[in-house]
């Protein structure tokens, strides 16, 4: 089949006073297999989410288990509470950056992450990257979900007097934890079955409430230590020398990965907002801060449970459950509820609903991705992938994020480089149009992707321990040796060589588009 070349202006769409573009009325092609109602582009009447709403949202989010104890990861690898908090910080910071390039297309075209791909990677394309996020997504939700459910299991117990934990077991577990896991699965689907506008209303009051859990947790460990323990005294395991660094750059990426996910996919939110400055301000406020402050509020805590029980305590489950009041454990189980369903729903619910939804338009809606996403969420026995702080930090989060760093590679080479934010919304659903390609693949898109997916993650190797045991999954040379040097900066190479790779590829595409432009102006 020929393949299609995007030229030409936008047509079928118009642009108010601050740049925000929608379709004119009766331009949707509703009747394309590439459409429904839950991609097509929110109109700018409905695009509302404020400031506030993008700040509560990313607060949410950033204020659960998980990135609480990524500080106690680091320092479990040898850094101290300052290093560990500094990795965090930069972390942050530089994920921010493509986070804002791939939401600018939210607030200016209404469209959610699968659809933006579809303008680099074609109609048909797109289902590779949206799958792929999809697949991540619905490993952090079962993570997130067996963390939430064990975490009411715990405190429940603790409830009980230890009642529940000489329950009766099922595969391993007693049962209670299972129905705490399931309960909190139920709950979760409910909320998202409500829809966004439901979810932007919870994220709305769920941010304050679990900032406040946070400090009260900090007051009392304080209260209970006179004080802060030994560990914001104890000096760093590795320096500042080489030991460091060997250690800092693929931390530094895990942490990245850890919000890489949303780097792609956060024009899922982005298309509700009212302004671009909304979307820019709110999550520049929301993210770095957050996720920095949440890092401290985790060393402070766990420091001062290290000298209260002489131990440090970085599940902050576990350290509530050391509290003998029915009310404090109560409190406990709530903000934990609370905190986890935040980040959960958000995070990784939203994005495969779409992404499944994309995958087939005509059958599967945002409701029903969501309830295929709670599925698989049961089924990959999540906890195996959280087991150690090295498999947990540099297998997990550093493949997937040299992965989805790949993708976002495209995704802001696209969109900024080859199309100068310029997008025609009704070719984005159009078979044929000018996101047609080659029968709707566009194969420059795909091998950016496989080569720099390659270059990012192909070194991946595994680490050994003092016995000479191997960490993780890969050979401790690498999957591919002499790429191993790489591997430590999957993210930033997958990002690096596939927006480079993209654009070279892409050069004639663009030099097209851009000459009949100029033709049609003369």
């Known amino acids: 089949m020929t393949e299609t070349v995007p030229t030409g202006p936008p047509i079928s769409q118009s642009a108010d006073t601050e740049g925000r573009i929608e379709l004119s009325p009766g331009a949707f092609p509703a009747d394309s297999p590439f459409a429904n109602e839950d991609l097509r582009p929110v109109p700018v009447a409905e695009r509302k989410w404020t400031t506030y709403n993008f700040a509560a949202l990313w607060i949410s989010m950033a204020h659960?288990?998980?990135?609480?104890?990524?500080?106690?990861?680091?320092?479990?690898?040898?850094?101290?509470?300052?290093?560990?908090?500094?990795?965090?910080?930069?972390?942050?910071?530089?994920?921010?950056?493509?986070?804002?390039?791939?939401?600018?297309?939210?607030?200016?075209?209404?469209?959610?992450?699968?659809?933006?791909?579809?303008?680099?990677?074609?109609?048909?394309?797109?289902?590779?990257?949206?799958?792929?996020?999809?697949?991540?997504?619905?490993?952090?939700?079962?993570?997130?979900?067996?963390?939430?459910?064990?975490?009411?299991?715990?405190?429940?117990?603790?409830?009980?007097?230890?009642?529940?934990?000489?329950?009766?077991?099922?595969?391993?577990?007693?049962?209670?934890?299972?129905?705490?896991?399931?309960?909190?699965?139920?709950?979760?689907i409910a909320i998202i079955y409500r829809g966004m506008d439901f979810l932007r209303r919870f994220e709305n009051w769920a941010a304050p409430v679990v900032i406040v859990?946070?400090?009260?947790?900090?007051?009392?460990?304080?209260?209970?230590?006179?004080?802060?323990?030994?560990?914001?005294?104890?000096?760093?395991?590795?320096?500042?020398?080489?030991?460091?660094?060997?250690?800092?750059?693929?931390?530094?990426?895990?942490?990245?990965?850890?919000?890489?996910?949303?780097?792609?996919?956060?024009?899922?939110?982005?298309?509700?907002?009212?302004?671009?400055?909304?979307?820019?301000?709110?999550?520049?406020?929301?993210?770095?801060?957050?996720?920095?402050?949440?890092?401290?509020?985790?060393?402070?805590?766990?420091?001062?449970s290290e000298a209260v029980y002489g131990e440090a305590i970085w599940d902050p489950v576990a350290l509530a459950a050391k509290t003998d009041s029915a009310f404090g454990l109560l409190f406990a189980l709530f903000i934990v509820l609370i905190a986890t369903i935040s980040v959960n729903i958000a995070a990784n619910v939203v994005s495969p609903a779409y992404d499944l939804s994309n995958l087939a338009p005509k059958f599967i809606n945002f409701r029903t991705g969501a309830l295929i996403t709670g599925v698989i969420g049961i089924l990959i026995f999540p906890w195996k992938l959280i087991s150690t702080p090295e498999f947990y930090i540099f297998t997990w989060l550093g493949v997937v994020g040299g992965l989805l760093g790949t993708v976002a590679g495209i995704l802001i080479a696209d969109y900024w480089i080859v199309r100068r934010t310029v997008l025609h919304l009704a070719?984005?659903?159009?078979?044929?149009?000018?996101?047609?390609?080659?029968?709707?693949?566009?194969?420059?898109?795909?091998?950016?992707?496989?080569?720099?997916?390659?270059?990012?993650?192909?070194?991946s190797y595994s680490n050994i321990d003092e016995k000479g045991a191997k960490l993780g999954p890969f050979p401790v040379d690498g999957l591919i040796p002499f790429l191993k040097p790489l591997a430590d900066y999957g993210w930033a190479v997958g990002v690096a060589s596939s927006l480079i790779l993209y654009v070279a590829l892409m050069a004639p595409v663009a030099r097209a588009e851009r000459e009949e432009s100029a033709h049609r102006v003369s």
């Open 64 to 188: 659960c288990i998980p990135s609480w104890t990524l500080a106690s990861g680091l320092v479990a690898l040898g850094m101290d509470w300052k290093q560990a908090v500094f990795t965090i910080a930069l972390a942050n910071v530089i994920v921010l950056l493509p986070m804002l390039a791939t939401g600018h297309a939210g607030p200016k075209y209404g469209i959610p992450f699968p659809v933006l791909a579809r303008a680099s990677f074609g109609l048909r394309g797109a289902n590779v990257p949206a799958l792929i996020r999809a697949a991540v997504a619905c490993g952090w939700f079962g993570i997130q979900t067996w963390i939430g459910g064990s975490g009411i299991f715990a405190l429940g117990s603790k409830l009980t007097g230890g009642e529940w934990e000489k329950a009766g077991q099922i595969a391993g577990n007693p049962w209670p934890l299972w129905l705490c896991f399931l309960l909190f699965w139920a709950v979760q």
């Open 213 to 304: 859990g946070a400090f009260v947790l900090l007051i009392w460990i304080a209260v209970k230590a006179d004080g802060f323990g030994a560990l914001l005294d104890q000096p760093s395991k590795l320096g500042w020398g080489p030991d460091f660094w060997t250690v800092f750059f693929p931390a530094l990426m895990g942490m990245i990965g850890f919000w890489a996910t949303l780097s792609l996919n956060i024009p899922d939110f982005t298309r509700f907002g009212a302004s671009q400055k909304a979307q820019t301000w709110g999550q520049s406020l929301g993210l770095p801060t957050t996720m920095t402050l949440f890092a401290i509020l985790a060393v402070l805590v766990t420091s001062g």
């Open 427 to 459: 070719d984005l659903y159009t078979p044929g149009g000018r996101y047609w390609y080659t029968n709707g693949w566009n194969w420059r898109a795909v091998l950016a992707f496989v080569i720099g997916g390659v270059l990012a993650v192909g070194g």
